[in-house]
């Protein structure tokens, strides 16, 4: 029998949860209530197979190509044969070649295998596509599992809301619509009633650091972060 990590009671958003368990009881009984032996226990990774990469997501330009390297790990006391294969649905532009199709792994044994996309032409900029890599192995039935990488066409910087070109056009319409006028006096008035909030010393993550806001503040901050970009 496999219990996953999503098993158990605890808050899935964040996984600072995780970190913090120590230990793991288990109390098993027999369906007269009796108690059972437990012959043997292991931590498994993963389910049957194991995987990790470093980056999910990259930019590049018009026919440039950005390689995503994954691990995988065989953790079944078995060997067994991996297969590898990118989803397509028919009307994907982003072009993407496997490293491998397939591999054999012995029990415990890792390979790295890498994923390269292409950006084709005619992709405009800040365009992207959704590569879903598939991973299975016929240990348990066609064990299918998957990993997303998210692969876009590079913006200039700064590319979060507008460049500057695209700031200096909102200021202009503030001059001439009444319309932008409103937007520009609400998000004023917004920023200028928000208070900072002050966090305490033990505001940290689930790594142990600080971090610059709560969740719940983020939409004020980023009124700020607009009224002050276009407006002052």
Known sequence: ???????????????????????????????QGEEANLISARRLEGNSIYTHTE??????????????????????????????????????TFRTEL?????????GEKHTLKLKVTVPDGVPVGG????????SSL????????????TLRRM????????????EDVREKTKHYEWATV??????VEAERWIVP???????????ERFLFRTETENVLMNSAIAWQPFT
Not at 200 to 206: Q, T
Request: negative net charge; contains cysteine.
């Open 156 to 167: 200039p910087y700064p590319f979060s809301i507008h460049t500057a070109k695209g700031w």
């Open 99 to 107: 490293s491998e199709a397939e591999v054999y792994l012995l029990p």
């Open 55 to 92: 980056v999910t997501s990259k930019a590049a330009e018009i026919e440039e190509t950005v390689v995503y390297s994954v691990d995988v790990k065989n953790v079944e006391t078995i060997p067994q044969v991996l297969h590898f294969s990118v989803k397509r649905y028919g009307w994907e």
């Open 128 to 135: 992207r596509e959704t590569q879903l890599f598939i991973y």
């Open 198 to 208: 002050e966090l305490p010393d033990s505001a940290v993550n689930g790594d142990g």
């Open 183 to 188: 937007c520009k006096e609400r998000y004023l």
């Open 1 to 31: 029998m496999t219990v996953p990590v999503e098993a158990f009671d605890t808050p899935q958003a964040s996984q600072g949860v995780l970190r913090q368990i120590c230990s793991i009881a288990l109390n098993v009984k027999s369906k």
């Open 139 to 150: 240990c348990k039935s066609l064990c299918s599992q998957t990993l997303s990488f998210i």
